[in-house]
């Protein structure tokens, strides 16, 4: 087959632009419901589409968090203040609790209170994490690393406590199926992962097993 391509510059973009056009490439992506606590002690909730494993020993993971102009989102801000926070998975049943958390609401006001959503304490951060998820990391805040003009944050968090249901972990590792976690793709839509492919694990290279060796 062959394809004919669109060439698109990038230093020629905006920065909406380049937003619209990365996020319509990089899909599906995980969704890191965050929950996180404000100054007066209120349950901040939101959504963040951009996170990513960064090392398993010890456990941590970045978040990338855009500003809202020159602001910095309450998210961030409460992470680096208390030292705490949550990442909870949503389920593909979850897509418009999830959408509609990414609201920017009144100073004060609870997304979590909004939207009806129940929350149980953590066993070592402050934080609560949701009741009804399948899977909730609770975390310690490591460090943040800016990036671009926009100062994009990476906020990196060690996971400390994962909090998984019942029966969903098998052999040390998730049932991704059974999980049926929520994904984001381009602009307001969201997506499950569709059917799962199982492969043997890769003991032999494909190499080597057309080489006889």
């Known amino acids: 087959m062959t394809w004919e391509y669109d060439t698109i510059l990038t230093d020629g973009l905006t920065e909406r632009e380049a937003y619209k056009l990365l996020t319509g490439i990089v899909v599906p992506r995980p969704i890191a419901w965050i929950t996180t606590c404000s100054e007066d002690g209120g349950v901040n909730l939101a959504p963040f589409s951009a996170y990513v494993i960064l090392s398993n020993n010890p456990m941590m993971i970045g978040v990338s968090v855009g500003r ?4 910095v989102k309450d998210t961030a801000r409460n992470m680096k203040r ?3 926070f949550v990442v909870n998975a949503p389920h593909v049943s979850q897509a418009e609790q999830v959408h509609f958390s990414a609201e ?3 100073h004060g006001v609870s997304e979590v209170e909004v939207l009806g959503l129940a929350t149980v304490p953590s066993k070592a951060v402050s934080v609560p994490r949701l009741a009804d998820v399948a899977v ?3 975390c310690v805040f490591d460090q943040a690393i800016e990036f671009g003009l926009s100062r994009t944050e990476l906020i990196v968090g060690e996971v400390k406590v994962v909090h998984a249901k019942r029966g969903l972990v098998r052999d040390g590792k998730i049932d991704t199926a059974e999980l049926e976690p929520l994904g984001r793709v381009a602009g307001p839509r969201y997506a499950g992962i569709g059917p799962v ?4 694990p890769l ?5 080597t097993e057309q080489n006889g060796a």
């Open 203 to 207: 003991t032999h290279t494909l190499y």
């Open 68 to 71: 809202r102009g020159a602001d």
């Open 104 to 106: 920017e609401l009144p």
């Open 197 to 200: 492919r199982s492969f043997r």
């Open 82 to 84: 208390t030292g705490e």
């Open 136 to 138: 909730a990391m609770e």
